[in-house]
């Protein structure tokens, strides 16, 4: 099979170095990949977003199979364009993806179906927003309604950060037309878990629990980031949590998706607040997670691809999904300074067995040479049977790895080992 997977980050390595266990694969496009991609997939330069080239590369290879990653490409309709060449592709539709796309859209679905999250209000007029402001209990949270690269996302300890919020997020326009609209939701406290899950609008198959570190800094101290690393599973879902969530949150949501109109087919990713009010949907994503996918896919015993092949092919129900019983942890290299400013184009030394090594932000120089070339450069996972032992390797193996102005939190999996 020729296999065509769209991204260029940790997330795709780790899906591509899965996907190439499977013996049916003869071949695999990364577009556009990155400079470590390039030693597990031959990288095409044709950007994520590029649709109208992707599709036409993909009919000039004559692909069997394509992996959507990312969200924007899902969220502008890849799939729905793959799909209408006769190329099978992983990811929900269009339709489907603005489960992402529009939080608005995803909190009205979760209120007309009953599913537990934050209360909240949209707005699409300024001044309703400011006033609404004057009288909510505080903190708030404020989100822009579209995609906003996971910056979208401001919690408001005051009145003054709430309205400088609707400000930046409304008027400014600091994620351009994502914020035409806002939705303006109730804080909630407690342990986050990530849930991703395969799904073909039939069957709902929720992978092994995760915990994500956004912080830039340990002890969840610093800038939200797109995450410095990973554990699985994560020990707040409990067996009883996880019984809730999917009476309450996961069967509920696909229900509700196909009665929309909107099947949704591909990875949903449920990201939850585990409240003393019970768990609550924070937000859905259409996709893998990054770093979420380099613990979840490290402890998948079962073929990726074949899994993959079901949920596109309305068959998820006769696919085998074990995950090992083990523990993951991905620790997180960046470049000093993400996810503010950073200097670039240092070399990145790698040890021989790159395993559990999966390279995000590096290209290839024109000497050659891998350098380092964004602000989450490579993810470092090892799996074991404990998370103690786990993490233990993981940090052990960091030490492996060497480039200038490396950064990367001391922490990971802390608060789930003291759980
Ligand atoms: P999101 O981009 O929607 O994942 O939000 C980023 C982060 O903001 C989440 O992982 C939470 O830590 C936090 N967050 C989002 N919504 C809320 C909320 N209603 N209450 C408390 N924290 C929130
Ligand atoms: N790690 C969070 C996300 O992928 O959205």
Excluded at 40 to 58: N, P, R, S
Excluded at 212 to 238: S, V
Excluded at 410 to 419: F, P, Q, S
Aim: aromatic share 8%; proline share 4%; glycine share 10%.
């Amino acid at each position: 099979m020729k296999i065509m997977v769209i991204g260029g980050g940790g997330r795709e390595h780790a899906i591509i170095k899965s996907i190439k266990k499977n013996p049916l694969v003869d071949k695999i496009y990364a577009l556009p990949g990155n400079g470590g991609i390039a030693m597990d997939a031959e990288c095409i330069d044709i950007g994520a977003t590029d649709l109208d080239k992707i599709v036409d590369f993909a009919k000039s290879k004559d692909i069997d199979y394509a992996i959507v990653a990312p969200d924007d490409p899902l969220v502008m309709g890849l799939v729905d364009l793959l799909e209408d060449e006769g190329i099978p592709s992983f990811g929900p539709s269009k339709a489907a993806a603005i489960i992402e796309g529009s939080k608005a859209f995803s909190k009205e679905l979760m209120k007309k179906y009953g599913i537990p999250t934050a209360e909240y209000e949209i707005f699409s007029d300024v001044d309703s927003a400011y006033s609404y402001i004057e009288s909510c209990n505080i903190p708030v949270v404020v989100k822009a309604d579209g995609l906003a690269l996971g910056k979208g996302v401001i919690i408001a300890e005051t009145r003054d950060e709430a309205k400088a919020a609707i400000k930046s997020i409304m008027e400014d326009k600091a994620f351009g037309k994502s914020g035409d609209t806002i939705v303006i939701e109730e804080f909630l406290e407690g342990p986050e878990v990530s849930i991703l899950s395969f799904t073909d609008g039939n069957t709902l198959v929720p992978m092994v629990s995760s915990m994500d570190h956004k912080r830039a800094l340990d002890g969840d101290k610093g800038l939200n980031t797109g995450g410095m690393g990973t554990i699985a599973p994560n020990p707040y879902y409990t067996e009883e949590i996880a019984e809730i969530c999917r009476e309450e949150i996961f069967l509920p949501t696909m229900i509700a998706m196909n009665r929309e109109g909107r099947r949704f087919k591909g990875c949903l990713y449920f990201g939850l607040m585990i409240t003393k009010d019970g768990p609550k949907v924070i937000e859905y994503n259409c996709r893998f997670g990054d770093p979420e996918t380099q613990v979840v896919l490290p402890l998948l015993e079962s073929d990726l691809l074949d899994i993959m092949l079901h949920v596109t092919n309305e068959s998820l129900d006769q696919a085998e999904v074990v995950f090992s019983d083990g523990a993951a942890c991905c620790i997180v290299m960046a470049s000093e300074g993400y996810p503010a400013s950073y200097e670039k184009g240092f070399e990145i030394n790698l040890p021989e067995n790159m395993d559990s090594i999966f390279i995000a932000g590096a290209k290839t120089s024109s000497q050659g040479k891998l350098v380092t070339s964004g602000g989450r450069v490579l993810g470092i996972t090892e799996t074991a049977d404990t998370l103690k032992e786990a993490v233990n390797k993981a940090y052990e193996k960091v030490k492996s790895v060497h480039f200038d102005n490396a950064f990367y939190r001391k922490d990971i999996g802390k608060k789930a080992l003291d759980v």
